[in-house]
């Protein structure tokens, strides 16, 4: 399955989490997560394509995957089973709702440069009837 083709929305997470590939424990960067699988990066190479790993995503989610592709440190781990996809919204990024305050939507009076002056409107200044190029 190509990068394109993937059958789980991936979720940013970015955060550190223990790894056992080899019998070896090294933590390793966990970028993204879906249920499938997830793409992290080891400190040095990443092990070689077909390797089996054991990513500790949380506590008491210890997931058993492995690798499908790999570029320097870092690799594409498939998971050997889903995990359920309330871990996933967990550990994903959630950007906090945008809102614009109050005050600025009351006080705001039209655009204004970077020097805090009103900026004409669009077209102003120019005579009546003139085409813009």
Same mark, same amino acid.
């Given at each position: 399955?190509?990068?394109?083709?993937?059958?789980?929305?991936?979720?940013?997470?970015?955060? /550190?989490?223990?790894?056992?590939?080899? %019998?070896?424990?090294?933590?390793?960067?966990?970028?993204?997560?879906?249920?499938?699988?997830?793409?992290?990066?080891?400190?040095?190479?990443?092990?070689?394509? %077909?390797? +089996?790993?054991?990513?500790?995503?949380?506590?008491?989610?210890?997931? $058993?995957?492995?690798?499908?592709?790999?570029?320097?440190?870092?690799?594409?781990? /498939?998971?050997?089973?889903?995990?359920?996809?309330?871990?996933?919204?967990?550990?994903?990024?959630?950007? $906090?709702?945008?809102?614009?305050?109050? +005050?600025?939507?009351?006080?705001?009076?039209?655009?204004?440069?970077?020097?805090? +002056?009103?900026?004409?409107?669009?077209?102003?200044?120019?005579?009546?009837?003139? /085409? /813009?190029?």
């Amino acid at each position: 399955m190509g990068m394109d083709a993937r059958s789980w929305d991936r979720h940013i997470v970015e955060r /550190r989490i223990a790894c056992r590939a080899s %019998g070896q424990d090294a933590p390793v960067f966990l970028y993204d997560l879906s249920a499938g699988g997830c793409m992290v990066e080891f400190s040095g190479d990443a092990p070689e394509k %077909g390797q +089996r790993l054991e990513l500790d995503l949380c506590r008491d989610q210890v997931v $058993p995957g492995e690798i499908v592709w790999q570029v320097a440190g870092c690799a594409g781990v /498939r998971f050997l089973s889903p995990i359920h996809d309330a871990v996933v919204r967990h550990l994903g990024f959630q950007a $906090p709702p945008y809102t614009l305050d109050k +005050r600025f939507v009351q006080d705001w009076q039209g655009p204004r440069d970077r020097f805090g +002056r009103h900026l004409p409107p669009l077209g102003a200044g120019e005579p009546r009837g003139a /085409r /813009r190029a």
